[in-house]
């Protein structure tokens, strides 16, 4: 099987985010579509001629850049590996990404890169930081799905939609009770812990260790009464006067 993403990368300026980008690339489309030369080359087989015959055979390049990359003395030897697959896969017109690892990893300069690789600078790239890894990886891949319709009929993530009525929810730090609440079917109830005066929920009368009256004109008071109380309820009230 052809594997589709060819990861290139520098040993000691990038294989953290290489291995990163096998891994989650690896588990979300299915089969032997991410090319990692540390995991993908079988012990005992001859790793010049397996690793450029899986650029040819690969759709895109990720080529990761580091801190150092562009400094690094061996980009201007023609014997260096990562120089060679990256020519590789401009002689045979397969698209390479930039993918720059962390925030400080500005883009490629012209005057940093040996003539051959001058191109690369031209190229759109996007960034990958461990501060936020996985919205990072999800939109790489993200990417490479829309570009490429046979990663796009693997995609693991298109087959798990989620479910527009299904409530989700995460709670961090909490202390006590957690309640989380969607649509109910049937009697729902309430919990109440700790309370220190009445609580009412939902509709109705709610008698919390008091008396109970009802009808009209029926008043309930609790404690001690200084002075005069009058209710009215119903018709009006007669003015003074007509009592003389």
Known sequence: MAHEVFINYRTGDGEKIAALLHEHLSKRFEGERTFLASASIPPGETYPDRLLSAVRRSSVVLAVIGEGWSQHSRLHDEDDWVRKEILEAFKCGIEVIPVLDGRKVERLNVADLPQELVR??????????????????????????????????VDRATREPQDADSVSNSV?????????????????????????????????????????????????????????????????????????
């Open 120 to 153: 690369l600078a031209d190229v759109q790239s996007v960034r990958l930081d461990l501060h936020e890894k996985e919205a990072g990886l999800k939109r790489i891949g993200d990417q490479l799905a829309r570009k490429l319709p046979s990663l796009k009929e």
């Open 172 to 244: 961090n730090e909490a202390h006590g009770t957690v309640v989380q609440t969607g649509n109910f079917t049937g009697d729902a109830g309430t919990v109440i812990k700790g309370n220190q005066g009445p609580v009412h929920s939902g509709n109705g009368d709610l008698n919390n260790n008091s008396p109970h009256a009802s009808g009209p004109g029926a008043t309930y008071i609790a404690g001690d009464n200084q002075g005069g109380i009058r209710h009215d309820f119903g018709g009006s009230r007669r003015d003074e006067d007509d009592d003389r």
